[in-house]
Nanobody, 119 residues
């Protein structure tokens, strides 16, 4: 099993920045891809960004050029640097991880951290 714990959420003004962190523990050797999803009030959870163990990244179109995902394998931690935040970025952000050998989907989820962007 893998446990994921997010931190770094909070309140920020539009145009500001936040950095989210997610630290994995447990059977971390079993993880390949780590990523971030978000869920805004009244909406479905959506993909934000992901990074593979070798560093390949994928971003949702809505955050390209504003958000950067990175990973420190030595610390078992993935980060999401969020710049130029907009009110539409307000959501609960969830860290997720995929087991090695799996082609899609996420197998482990954190509890989420709230990001609020004021206009």
């Amino acid at each position: 099993q893998v446990q994921l714990v997010e931190s770094g959420g909070g309140l920020v003004q539009a145009g500001g920045s936040l950095r989210l962190s997610c630290t994995a523990s447990g059977s971390i050797f079993s993880i390949d891809v780590m990523g971030w999803y978000r869920q805004a009030p009244g909406k479905q959870r959506e993909f934000v960004a992901q990074i593979a163990s070798l560093g390949n990244t994928i971003y949702a179109d809505s955050v390209k050029g504003r958000f950067t995902i990175s990973r420190d394998n030595g610390k078992n931690t993935v980060y999401l640097q969020m710049n130029s935040l907009k009110p539409d970025d307000r959501a609960v952000y969830y860290c997720a991880a995929r087991r090695r050998g799996e082609a899609y989907g996420m197998d482990y989820w954190g509890a989420g951290t709230l990001v609020t962007v004021s206009s």
